[in-house]
């Protein structure tokens, strides 16, 4: 155990070593200790921040839905109600077309039978004509029996 | 074991001499060849091993914490950053948990310490022989010298001169902010005006100096104890080392045993090693807590 110089030459060193460590080590990496522990807080500050906006936009998209399905149900409804509504206009469409074409069809029954009907009664004059002359044995004048006749096909 | 030439008296010797460069009594300069010449040079001499480890060893950390320091930034660290960055939030809660004033210098001064001891210390942890017969051998073949002179002491905190040297500067800052931070006045009152006080004037007289007496020695002890404390856990645990590496000259059955002696002891000085480095932070932070506090 010899006491030396090397006493000096390690308080020296010593010394600027720990000036060196003061100047050149200690205050960046703290610095960026420091940083990194405000990005750590910033960054949970966001989070719990983003966690919350979460929260308020799944209510928001919540209610969004359910006025959404409000509307759709209520679109539904008016669209059923206006189906029931195209529906039954055209079932009364269909019942006037159809009573309009029953009642055409009848009328130009009426006339089918009415002309049928002359048709018979002038052929019935005819053949009455021709039995009658048949029993007078004798030609009948048309034209100056005409009044017979028609009295004749009036009844028939 | 170095040599077969030496004995065992001679090679704890050899272990134990710093390599030593001086002054002779002629005037001139020169490495000393043995502990005579080394006591002839007295105090004009250097420990030239004892100032390259240490220095080697500072140099070797603050350049890696400079490196980490340099790239330091917020994002995600890498490993060396991470691993510094480790080591600086350990001192910084060591220093934040026992000093209280606010001072720029504590928490580098302390990683300085704790880093550098650590490493200092950890040199133990070399085989003993390992580095000295490098040195013998480098000194042999390129230097001509004898390697029985050449004398190569790895572990600086075995030297006292290390220990002292930190312990000194320590205590100078002790003392530096005693006065910065109480003015000479409270110092001074500090050191003669307790524990033993009295109303009587005449009384209080009297105990100055026994007050003085008392608080001088305790203030003394402070770098004493600080440079003897790891001094000598060190030597002895280099010792024990060196005791060790000799049961490997004496048979074969003792070699083995001491193979494992020296692996236990190893594991064992991984603790002494961080632990005396730890030590002899927290009592400079202890010390330079109580020099910024009346007490």
């Known amino acids: ?120 009664r002038q052929q019935v004059a005819g053949i009455a004509i021709a039995g009658a002359s048949k029993v007078l044995e004798r030609e009948i004048d048309e034209s100056s029996h005409g009044d017979i006749l028609d009295k004749l096909v009036a009844e028939i | 074991m170095s040599s077969e030439a030496l004995t065992s008296a001679q090679y704890i010797k050899h272990h134990l001499t710093n390599w030593t460069y001086g002054r002779f009594d002629d005037g001139n300069w020169g490495f000393a060849k043995d502990a005579e010449e080394i006591k002839e040079m007295g105090f004009m001499s250097i420990n030239v091993d004892t100032t390259f480890w240490s220095i080697f060893l500072g140099v070797f950390f603050l350049y890696f914490f400079h490196k980490a320091a340099k790239k330091a930034e917020a994002g995600v660290p890498g490993k060396l950053q991470n691993f510094v960055e480790w080591i600086v939030e350990f001192i910084d809660s060591s220093v934040k948990g026992s000093f209280s004033a606010k001072n720029a210098l504590v928490a580098p001064l302390s990683l300085t310490i704790f880093v550098w001891v650590f490493l200092m210390n950890f040199m133990d942890l070399v085989p003993v022989d390992w580095l000295p017969l490098l040195a013998g051998w480098v000194g042999e073949t390129f230097f001509g010298a004898d390697p029985h002179h050449v004398f190569f002491k790895v572990v600086p905190t075995t030297d006292p001169n290390a220990t002292f040297g930190m312990a000194f500067s ?31 004037k005449l009384v209080m007289l009297l105990f100055i100096p026994i007050n003085f007496l008392l608080e001088f020695v305790s203030l003394i002890a402070k770098p004493i104890s600080l440079a003897l404390r790891l001094y000598g856990n060190m030597y002895a645990g280099e010792m024990i080392f060196i005791l060790i590496a000799m049961m490997f000259s004496a048979s074969i059955g003792m070699g083995i045993f001491g193979g494992f002696l020296q692996l236990g002891w190893a594991i064992f000085h991984i603790l002494i090693v961080t632990l005396q480095a730890f030590i002899f932070m927290t009592l400079t932070i202890v010390y330079l807590e109580m020099a910024h506090h009346e007490h």
């Open chain 1, 1 to 120: 155990m010899n006491i030396n110089l090397t006493l000096f030459g390690q308080s020296i060193t010593f010394l600027i070593f720990v000036w060196f460590c003061m100047k050149f080590v200690w205050p960046p990496i703290m610095a960026a200790l420091k940083e990194r522990e405000k990005k750590i807080a910033d960054g949970l500050a966001a989070a719990e921040r983003g966690e919350h906006e979460q929260e308020l936009a799944e209510k928001a998209a919540a209610e969004k839905l359910h006025e959404a399905k409000e509307q759709a149900s209520e679109i539904i409804v008016q669209a059923q109600k206006r189906a029931s509504e195209i529906v039954d206009e055209a079932k009364t469409d269909a019942r006037a077309e159809g009573e309009r074409l029953v009642t055409a069809a009848q009328s130009e029954i009426e006339q089918e039978v009415n002309r049928a009907k002359e048709t018979l």
């Open chain 2, 170 to 200: 320590v205590f100078f800052l002790v003392l530096f902010y005693s006065i910065k931070i109480k003015g000479i006045g409270g110092f001074a009152g500090e050191l003669t005006l307790q524990p033993f006080q009295s109303k009587n």
